[in-house]
């Protein structure tokens, strides 16, 4: 790494009652002389001792800053790790496991720093652990997940989530709804408008993907739908929806069954998959790698 770039991940810590905190204490314990990269950790401090010493864990952060003045002297000195400590969360009546409304708070509260700090030019990404949403909700956020609240803060009109694992890239069409209100918002209009953005975001970015190759939108039926035999999805709204995103030159295929698309994603036939729904891509990625499946937010 030269001397004059030496980029910074922002690391918000997730929900404090989860299993964020103990994912990046583990994560920090590498030795910080190999590091190719700063990394900024954002969360509750006092909190975060606290599950140090119950874990029997080091906290090996080099300095402890509280606003971005502070954190942009410590960037300039090239110092990492760096703790930036909130405080949120009532130690007295904190308990490991349970849903708080103060965890969810401190969770959105240190997502929301860690997009400022990008924003500010003192870090470069963000990298997040896991939220949990129902905290989030007794917090009073709207948000349900990192994808929306990534979106609200950075005022994106369209934010996508992507899974990828050893070269499996899966866009999704859908989030966090329920399986019928997944059904319903497969769309013509909806979907013509994933598969353009996915255009955008793959060929924006070069470099993450093969542009020689087409994207490929998954069926949502068995078979298809077999004709309209198992459902009218694919003939109402899927191929008028490729056909038309064909007629304005990109290259997508589909609808392909769900059963053989992630598997030619895999063997690298496709750019990258579109998911119609949350369980039918995240089965796909983590039967494939469990551990090694990591979610990527455009926008």
Known sequence: M?????????????????????ILLKALRKDPTEATVGLIVITDGPLLQKSAADLALETPFVITVTNLAELQEAVNRRLSPILFSQTFVDLSTFAYGVINAQCGLAAYEAIKVAVEVV?????QAIVTPPLHKEALRAAGIDEIGHTEILSTLTGT????????????KI?????????????DA?????????????????????QGFDLNKPLAVAALNPHGGDGGLFGREEIEHIIPAIEEAQKH??????PIGADSVFHQGRIGM????????????HIAAKTYDFNQTISITWG
Request: hydrophobic share 40%; proline share 4%; with cysteine.
């Open 270 to 281: 496709w750019r990258a998959v579109i998911s119609l729904y949350h369980d039918q891509g």
């Open 186 to 206: 497969v769309t013509y209009q909806s979907l013509l408008e994933t598969i353009i953005e996915c255009e955008a975001i793959t060929c924006s970015n070069p």
């Open 119 to 123: 924003q500010a030019g003192i870090a």
């Open 171 to 183: 866009f999704f069409h859908s989030r966090h709804l329920s399986l019928r209100e997944a059904c």
């Open 249 to 254: 030159g990109i290259n997508v295929v589909g």
């Open 2 to 22: 030269s001397e004059s770039h030496f980029p910074y991940l922002a690391l918000p810590g997730g929900d404090p009652a989860g299993i964020g905190v103990e």
């Open 157 to 168: 009109t369209k934010a996508v989530t992507m899974f990828e694992t050893h070269g499996l």
